[in-house]
């Protein structure tokens, strides 16, 4: 099972930079999700690890062996491409024995390897089929059982679940992975779906144009994001700009546009320092207009938004600034109304804080 | 002011019948969502009602007036795309322009409304840009820009979002709900994503093989849907098949493999064949200290999800359930492994005639 | 069974060392440099070079007033025709292309193979038929009772250039309109657009590198088509006609021929390479509206009109005069022609020793693009060489359909003569796989770009080597285009005229098909009368047609 490594890959397209600098390592049998916008860098990054592209600059080694200059036909891995690339003019059973065919396993004993993979996918029906006559999450299980035939221990995904219905891609995830892990794999899973990620992903690598904003498992992304970017791109998350007013052993007071002043649980940083709170919108709660605890700011409701596994409602602060929170749908007794003057808060503990960069929080979060 | 009614409308490609009789009816400045697994219809259904193509039988009516034998030009829609479809060929100001330009508007009156849809787009791009240098969600709000400029107030929005990403798509669905909902204008809004659908819509019409199998509120439609079919589709949910084994006033028994459960449901009878739908976010559990009855079983799989955790947990009969809990309310205290109780109140569970075709067809989603 | 099996694995054995070569990057560049050499060494340079080295001759024609003159009224009209015919085919064509794409009905089929008439039929014998319909007394003169209602000369070339030229704009802008994604216009009529508005302000902007590709082509064909002109022109002289003209005279005026040639080549190259660059700067006039009017015209009796315009104009100056090419072939039959041309009679033993001719030079030169042609096409479609070669060679390819082709064929066989002092037939085998190949690269280069390269990808990394890739993917995806777009080049070298005139000496005991015919067109007397030309032009129109039909029933398999 092979262990891959990248240590300062780049790559340019003209002079557009696709990848800058890139370092990871990836452990057998892991399954590294590539996270990140369109545009972010990250098909690429699978085709330079496929040897479909060959890096400017750096290091590509699978089990500690330069790959760098060996073709994708002498890397031994299997690639799913986006939307697929299902030979049309092989059935589904032909599809999934090219590889062990060309890889010089003999005809029958190919189609043999062939028809159990397609039985694991649950398309043994399907083998005489071409593409083309099958719906588009049977063509999706096609590309997957080509790959998983090829016998190669490292699995390139690039956003295998892209094409398919919201529901069904949802159903999907956890058989994806599943399949993966059962076949013992080394999985590299490129995907724009931040929660996709976190369903599939062992570790998950934020990219962003390019370059590394995080890496870690799911609930460390997800519990410590390192920077604005990843508290936005990763889960739902409401912003506040402030100044930090005082700091102590325990906290820091942030004074807030107009006045507001909340506590945070953060001592790192100076008085006077410019800052960026960013708190996530299940944490932020929605509370009765007179609650006076700890960090509540009043409010009227905007919008409520019906999610199936929680409401969202949307809250217009007293200084004009926008927030929402996220309430279980199981802890909603009454639904807030438009107009409805509530109050929201949130514990100090539960504020991530940042600083201001010279770019401005609208650029530093925005998507592309 | 704008109403839709729509009258066994009906479209037929030879022999395959994409619409069957369909009816339904949208209330002025309401936002009605259609929804459903690809080759429901749903597709069809707008082109119909807009005039993009033809339907082979049925009426349509904005405003009380037939419209069905109008064209496409003449019906006086907003429309927007999947494939956005901005012209390419002219930069961003010439496309939000083009409908007032193409109705003979004088320039000043066609400027001052793109001028003010620029502000309530809230995009800061240079109105000579052309759409190739913009970003998806760009384009995309510059095509909301263009069909809101000739003043409809008839909206139609063809998988809007289809083609942005997951992020995007999330942050637009508000921001595009909020634009129709100030303006005061009645939409159609077709989507396969149910989320989307849900977060967005007054209603939601849920279509299947050309037929809407049920049409109500959003939150009706997830907590209590009507049919097997849309239980599954608008969200995960554990299926158990079983027998009504008591019916009372105000509850009826269901028994699954030995498991016993209540439901508020009414209309049953006792001894019918049935099939319970659970969803996984109103399932409490907690860790097992004595003995355990029925509902219990070990946890088998954790999933981190971010605000929620998803856990399987093998039932003792060794059928699987899911379970979804907040990650505000406990969710990360449980590990695989551990022995739990899981319980439900009756009013979330959800009991279904038991479908001829079966309970795996009848929930397919392709 | 087992035996076709066993064939196929001694196959694989044969080819497998080359899969594995293939692997070699060295070996993929010395494939894809031998194949960019043929095209700089044989195609692009001995065109240009060859009319360059008589340079000299030109001195003397120029101290000639007279024939100057008369060479510089040639090159005139011959612009002067091409750009008046292909505004004409593209006002005429696009609403027939409009039509046949967007009508649903079961006759548009019949509409559209018949658009493809003069396309099926070789350009000689078109003029053949048009001579006849338009001129003689077999067709509409002798309907209304007058000699000639059209006698050859200028109206009669423009006839017959309208007539070639309008299957290529029809046939362009169908495939173009097909691909085009139509939301583009649902978009604008959602917006009140009507229906022509739309057009006029999206679809056409939009397709506006195909409505300047499709101008392009008409017009280098008709600038280049010598054989039918030839056929029509009377005592008319254009470029191809004046260079025809210098060549059968005895002897041969080298200088004028040398001359006109020069201008030509260099002209039609500039006039290519500006419309190339100019064509996408073209604004059409988007912004101006008027709602009311375009509206009205957009409605289904303007539509209808338009539509009834278009077809009668096709009917009457394309599909009419096309068929009669098959008029006095068979008067033929009843008089008895047909046996003495089975028997090979007199003139027919030289009859079916030039159409044997054609068809070796066309089989030598299709070979020859295939195994040259195909390389350079995978090195276009995949960028082998990086985006700006890519462009570069993508107009340097098209080259030798600019030029017209009298003037090729002059420049050539002087750079062939000079170097390689080859045989008459290899020289003609050459210049015809220089006239033939922009057809076979371009056709094997759009087969190669509808399959999606990711598709090669997936199979490298599953471990099939370039090679392979190349005949488990490409080949079979491509094999029925390939096939296809071989016959065209054969059909399209055994239609060539222009440049054939200009290798063979008028003494020259070669002749190709075409070129014996013209000379039997314009001189019915010389062969035993009117029947026997019909009937030579009608065995060389069945040949094609016969290669034709083959396209369209592997095509038709294809889907």
New interface residues.
Partial sequence: MPEVRLSEVSKSFGRIEAIHHFDLEIKSGEYICVLG???SGKTTLLRLIAGLICPDDGKITFDGKLVNDLSPEERDIAYFPQQYALFPHLNVLENVAFGPKTRGVAYEEAKTQALKVLETVKLDQRANAFPREL????QQRVALARALASGAKLLLLDEPLGA?????R??LR?HIKSLVKSAGLTAIHVT?????A??VADRIVVLRMGKVEQVG???HI?QSPATLFVAN????TNFLEGTIKSVNSVGALVELQDGFRVKVQETSYLSGEEVVLAI????TSLMPVDYDGENAIQGEVK?V??????I?V?VILVNNLLISA?I????VKI?PKVKDKVAISFKPADVFVFCTTARGLAKEIE?? | MTTVKVENLTKKYGEIVALDKVSFEIKDKEYLAIIG???CGKTTLIKCM?G?QSPTGGDIYFDGKPVKDL????R????V?Q?I?L????NVW?NVT??P????WPGDRAAKVARELFELIRLSVREREYPSSL???ARQKIGIA??L??GSDLL?LDEPLGSL????R??LR?EI??II?DLGLTAVHI??????A???ADRIAVMKAGRIVEIDE??KL??NPETLFVSN????ANFLEGIVTKVTDDTCLVESQGLSLSSTEKSKREGEKIVVAI????V?MEKRVNNGEGFAGYIENQ??????I?YEVVLKDHRLFTI?L????GGLAFNIGDEVNLSVKPEHVLIYPYPEVGVQKELA?? | MSNLSSTKNTIEKILRPLDRLSANPNARRVTYAVALIFFVSMILIPPIIGVVLKWNLIGDTLQNPILVARAESAILASFAIASIVSILDLIAGLPTAWFIVRRKAKWINVVDTLADIPFVIPTVALGFSILVFWSQPQGISGLLRIESLISPGLGLIMLLHFAFSYPIIVRIMVGELQSY?Q??E??????????L??AR??TL??L?PALVSAFLLAFCRSLSETGATAVVAGAFENGPIFIRNALSSVPPQQGPMVLVSLVLIVTSCAIFAFISILGPRLR?P??K?W??FEKRLSNPKSTLGRDGLALIVFAIFVAIPSLFVALPGIIAFTDGTVVAAFTGAGVWGVYWGSLLTSYVVALAATLMNLLVGFPMAVIITRRKFGTQVTALLNALISIPITIPSVALGVSLSLFWTAFGNLPELWTLILVHTTITYTYFVQAMAAAIESVPEELESVARTLGAHPFETFRKILIPLTKYSIFSGAIMVLTRSVDETGATTAVLAATSQIKTAPVLLVNWIRNPASVGGQSVVGLGVLFLVLTTFISLLVIRLVLRRER
């Fill in positions: 916008p369109t545009g719906s588009g999450g049977m398919l219905d919201a529901r069904l949802v159903e956890y724009h779906d931040q929660r996709e976190m369903i498992t799911p609930y997800y791109f990763v889960g739902e996530r919108q299940e944490l919008a938004r019906f999610l199936g596994d929680s969202r949307e996220r279980p749908i199981s802890q639904y998507v592309i | 697994p690809s080759g807009s993009i064209p496409l030009e003449e006086g829609i907003g429309y795309f494939e479809a012209f390419p060929h002219m010439d083009y409908g330009r193409v109705k003979g970003s998806g969600g263009r069909a400029a000739s139609f990403d997951a992020k995007v999330t942050e508000y709900q909020n909902r989507t396969h994503d149910q989320e989307e849900m977060s967005v959003p939150s997830y907590s589709f608008v969200g995960e969803r996984p976010d109103f409490s999933d981190f999800e971010g605000s929620t998803r979804r907040p990650q505000i309310l989603l392709a | 994604d939301v583009y649902i978009a604008g009529r959602t917006l009140g657009a009507s229906s508005t739309a302000t999206i902007p939009i506006k059409f988007v912004k509206v709602p009311n």
